[in-house]
């Protein structure tokens, strides 16, 4: 496995979950990561990537609310929800982004209720 994610769960709106992926250090020192999630019946949508370099790129609905940060000695990329909302209800993706190729990893499920 190249990307091990954890961290899903269920939460009541307002909560909050923090996700983590693990990459292969070859893969993770080479890439950009990112947070991806799908809804049911929806595409796949961007929520967070950090490059390399520590810069940060959010999806406007979770600005605000949602912290993507890097370890690099742990090769590991973390997500922090806080102020949950019910429509960020999804199977969260873990992806590493580089020249050659992307790596996903399995999804989690985040479920978020009122």
């Known amino acids: 496995v190249q990307l091990q994610a954890s961290g899903g769960g269920s939460v009541q709106a307002g909560g909050s979950l923090r996700l983590s992926c693990t990459a292969s250090a070859s893969i993770f020192s080479q890439s950009d990561m990112g947070w991806y999630r799908q809804a049911p019946g929806k595409q796949r949508e961007l929520v967070a990537r950090i490059t390399g370099g520590g810069s940060t790129e959010y999806a406007d609905s979770v600005k605000g609310r949602f912290t993507i940060s890097r370890d690099n000695a742990k090769n590991t990329v973390t997500l922090q929800m806080n102020s949950l909302k019910p429509d960020d209800t999804a199977v969260y993706y873990c992806?590493?982004?580089?020249?050659?190729?992307?790596?996903w990893g399995q999804g989690t499920q985040v479920t978020v209720s009122s």
């Open positions: 992806l590493a982004a580089n020249f050659f190729r992307n790596y």
